[in-house]
Structures are given as C-alpha cells and as structure tokens.
C-alpha cells in the first residue's frame, strides 16, 4: 500500500531549491508542521521551475485515481495535487511536486504499480517480443484574450496537432488540456457562439 499526501502552495519541486508551487483560488488549507495553514494545490496550478526558469503546470500524473482526489466545483471541477504529481516546464524531463507541508492530507489505499507520471500503453507481441510502449503526453496552456488579457474560462476548442483535430473545453480558469503522441507543435482555437438574433447593418446618415 502506497500512501500520498496533499499537494499545497510552497511545496519545492524535484528540480531545485527555489522551486514551489502556487496555489490558486481557495478551495481550502492545510497546517503544516510549521503551524502556518497553506491553500491546497490542485491540477492545473501553476508552479515555478527554478531550473528552467519558467512558471509551469501542475498536469498529474501521480498513481492516485481521480476518484480518490478531492474534487474543485468552484473552480471548474478540477482535482487535487498530490505529492509525486509532475509540472509541464520548459525541462526536458518534468520535475515532480514534492508533498512537505500537506501532510497531514494522507490519501492511503492506492496501488503503486506502475511508476508515479508514468501514463503508457504496453503491448506485447510474442514472447521474444520487447514491449512497445505508446507514452502519452499531456500540457496544460493557458488560453487568454490577447488584447485584454482576459483568460478565456470554460470556453470550447479545438487544437490542430500534426493534421488531426482535437476538441476540449477549457478549465474554469482558462486552461486547455492537450494531449499528444510525444512531443508535437498545436494550435489552439477558441470557438465563439454566434448571437441568437439577426443583426441589421447600421446604415449610414
């Protein structure tokens, strides 16, 4: 049996002294051993990577079901973080949320048969076969108005990855999951409903 513990605001990452992850909205808190009482982490929180220099997302990955992780409704029905849960940077392979002041958040019970991050599609063969392994990428990315800057929250698109379309619905604070074969470019395009009555043209004086 594995035991996990909550993910909070402050908590360092794999990658370095300086790293930590931010907390956004309130869902609750948790006091550390510290005494001081930190918002709860959840995925898509962002989270600084001091070792490549940039404001990453926290994108899971750890081996805990999501119907044992505390659900956000507020916020656009997004689930906890939990220790072991990997942050998409700029690094080349992503450092992981390191659980120091949640503790006492324990999520107990879970299995811990495959490796923490580790989102892969074994198949084999025949027997002197090697097992291929299909890995799964997922990111995180914030969709924002660009000239208001507005963050474009529970809005329909579609992400266009090497020719092949892919729908969504962005969080309630504005981020788009995508998912890819490995390592691909994708653009994203944010769908507007038209309005429901006829618009006349204004006509001029």
């Not at 490549?52 to 994108?59: A, D, E, L, N, R």
């Not at 949640?102 to 879970?110: A, E, L, M, P, S």
């Not at 992400?159 to 962005?170: D, H, L, P, Y």
């Amino acid at each position: 049996m594995t035991v996990f513990y909550a993910a909070v605001e402050d908590d360092p990452l794999t990658s370095g002294n300086g790293s930590r992850v931010h907390a956004s909205g309130k869902v609750g808190t948790i006091k550390g051993e510290d005494g001081r009482s930190r918002r709860m982490a959840f995925i898509g929180d962002p989270a600084w990577c001091v070792a490549c220099q940039s404001m990453g997302v926290i994108v899971g990955g750890a081996p805990v079901p999501e119907n044992r992780r505390m659900l956000d409704l507020v916020n656009g029905g997004r689930r906890q973080a939990v220790g072991g849960d990997e942050v998409a940077c700029k690094c080349a392979i992503a450092p992981r949320v390191i659980a120091m002041y949640g503790r006492k958040f324990i999520i107990t019970g879970v299995s811990a048969s495959k490796n923490p991050g580790e989102s892969s599609r074994v198949a084999t063969a025949a027997p002197s076969s090697r097992a291929i392994v299909d890995r799964k990428h997922s990111c995180w990315c914030l969709v924002q108005d660009r000239i208001t800057g507005e963050r474009m929250a529970n809005r329909e698109f579609v992400a266009e990855i090497a020719g092949v379309r892919q729908s969504g619905k962005t969080d309630g604070l504005g981020y788009a999951k995508i998912e890819t074969n490995g390592e691909q470019q994708f653009n994203v395009h944010v769908i507007f409903s038209s309005p429901k009555r006829v618009l006349k043209p204004r006509q001029g004086k």
